[in-house]
């Protein structure tokens, strides 16, 4: 299906640095897939966002910035973290129930690539690997998706060309998988909290890449550096670290607080938001030559009260009330050019799209 829904972009804000623009502004929940997943194919020809417009989370494009959004899925069961788009553009991919899918953003087609099998598909909670985010390879032809089944994650591989699927690693925690832009047969994820940084081949080589130093460094929010083989990660709220894949070595990036960032397409800068106390939207130069640089204030409500605290998972999980939309997550477009951020400020979150001058 594909149902034209009226054009709701408009400009919020021009200065002689930026311009924002809000992309929704329906009273319901809207967000982007997530700040380590694109929101726009790689040609930009579509924006992708979630909007629960309709009662229940669904796949929306805008294929033309301030014209009408286009409704691609009509699930009882999307989840809706797990979207992700190929960024050749052809397909975009999710979970809805046990089943793994594709929607095409050009007429709306959609194909079941895979059933999992699993009636409890993610684990309980609202961070983490509880999110169900999954991972697309950088030529579409390899999708990863963690289903938490009984006690153990299994690591599902689909090869979106082939047509096949099969679980080719098991664990206790998968969570937040990525392909490596620059390596179609690694793939990082996060383990247990208190066990993060890992990485695997596509084999299910799995092997810990970083080890924390002590039981109160919170270690979090894990993404691939492109260009670099390496993999930033949040220490809160310290800074952020950079591990090399290879060599493990490990390299302080920045004691500016960062909360959930995540570099452009060339690795050479990061766009951020912050928590307690939050500070805004910025831009970090990773070459090291620059000092943050302030973008905007989204005002969301960035709801978790837990990151106010040391670290609070040494003894296990904890029920926390972090819902995912209230978080700006930002993120950069393809051409670098622009930032999408989620913002909660009016009491409904949208989506919107910041461009630097």
């Known amino acids: 299906m594909a149902t034209l829904h009226r054009p709701e972009g408009r400009i919020v804000k021009t200065s002689d640095r930026v311009t924002i623009r809000q992309v929704t502004d329906h009273p ?3 967000h982007h897939p997530f700040c380590f997943v694109d929101a726009w194919d790689q040609a930009m020809s579509f924006l992708l966002l979630i909007s629960h417009r309709t009662g229940k989370p669904q796949i929306y494009i805008e294929p033309v910035p301030g014209e009408a959004l286009i409704q691609l899925t009509d699930e009882p069961d999307l989840a809706e973290w797990s979207v992700i788009p190929a960024r050749d553009g052809r397909w975009v991919y999710y979970v809805a129930g046990q089943t793994g ?19 409890q598909m993610r684990e309980a909670g609202m961070v983490g690997a509880a999110m169900g985010t999954t991972a697309l390879s950088a030529s579409g032809r390899f999708w990863a998706v963690p289903v938490k089944s009984g006690s153990v994650s299994q690591f599902w591989l689909i090869d979106t060309q082939a047509q096949t699927a099969d679980v080719f690693l098991e664990a206790p925690t998968i969570g937040h998988p990525q392909f490596c832009p620059d390596d179609e047969d690694l793939i990082l994820y996060a383990g247990p909290m208190t066990d993060r940084v890992w ?5 299910g080589n799995a092997r810990r890449i970083f080890q924390r130093g002590h039981d109160l460094q919170w270690i979090t929010h894990e993404v691939w550096r492109p260009g ?7 220490d809160w709220p310290k800074g952020m670290g950079e591990v090399d894949v290879n060599t493990g070595a490990v390299r302080a990036v920045t004691d500016f607080p960062v909360w959930h960032g995540a570099p452009d397409g060339t690795g050479q800068q990061l766009v951020c938001d912050t928590n307690f106390p939050d500070r805004g939207l910025h831009v970090l130069d990773l070459t090291g030559q620059g000092d943050p640089v302030f973008l905007t204030e989204p ?18 999980p904890i029920k926390v009330h972090a819902p995912q939309h209230t978080h700006p997550h930002p993120r950069f477009s393809p051409d670098g050019r622009h930032v999408i951020y989620t913002s909660d400020a009016s009491g409904h979150a949208q989506v919107f799209v910041l461009r630097r001058w």
């Open 228 to 234: 670099h083989r390496s993999v930033l990660f949040v």
């Open 28 to 30: 319901s929940i809207h």
């Open 199 to 203: 990485v695997t081949d596509r084999a």
């Open 299 to 316: 005002k969301a409500s960035s709801q978790g009260a837990h990151w106010a605290h040391p670290f609070p998972y040494n003894d296990g």
């Open 101 to 119: 899918k594709r929607v095409s953003p050009r007429d709306g087609t959609i194909e079941t690539l895979v059933h999992f099998g699993s009636q």
